[in-house]
């Protein structure tokens, strides 16, 4: 008696624990907020800070976070900086692909980088950043790990797509 109700405890605590992480994306969309600002050095095009301001921990995709950039979304001066992928595509996964590496953010804190890409020129542009941040770091590993052997219906990258809500930084006019 005393094993099934360990049992059980563990599995209710297991189960608070995933709702716990399992944010909705609209939820995540405004208690992460993500600032641009100018770069403190001279080998950094951009300064960012992301801050988390719910109660339980969240996770960034960082793979790009510090650069290069994933993809560039330009229309006239504007340029947006996707640090992550933003729609999903239905590709063949070269042999090796990016790790999905995860940013842990604790609960009310906050983290600051620099990004640098020496391919972009942002002078006289308007900049912003995506990310991508979710709760559960284990269910987007084991989905891109998934996708990896899909035979070309996904692209490991949805896996990130999927898991994480996307997250835009604030404007910054560059000289």
């Keep these: 008696m005393k094993i099934l ?47 988390n301001k719910l109660d339980v921990a969240v996770y960034v995709y960082d793979f790009f976070l510090w650069g290069p950039a994933y993809h560039v979304e330009q229309a006239g001066d504007r340029v947006t900086i996707e640090t992550t992928p933003v729609k999903e595509t239905q590709a063949c996964p ?5 790790p999905v590496l995860l940013l842990v953010i604790g609960p009310n804190r906050t983290i600051a980088g620099d990004f640098s890409d020496p391919v972009l020129n942002l002078k006289d542009k308007t900049v912003s950043l995506k990310i991508s941040v979710g709760g559960d770091p284990y269910s987007v590993v084991e989905e891109a790990k998934q ?29």
């Design 5 to 51: 109700l360990r049992f059980i405890i563990i599995g209710f605590l297991h189960l608070c624990a995933v709702c716990v992480d399992a944010q909705p994306r609209n939820v995540l969309q405004k208690a992460i907020s993500v600032e641009i600002a100018r770069p403190i050095t001279d080998s950094s095009l951009l300064h960012w800070k992301i801050t």
């Design 147 to 175: 996708f990896a052997n899909s035979k070309c219906k996904h692209s490991p990258y949805d896996a990130i797509v999927r898991w994480g809500a996307i997250v835009e930084s604030n404007t910054l006019e560059l000289p």
């Design 94 to 98: 070269p042999n090796r692909f990016p």
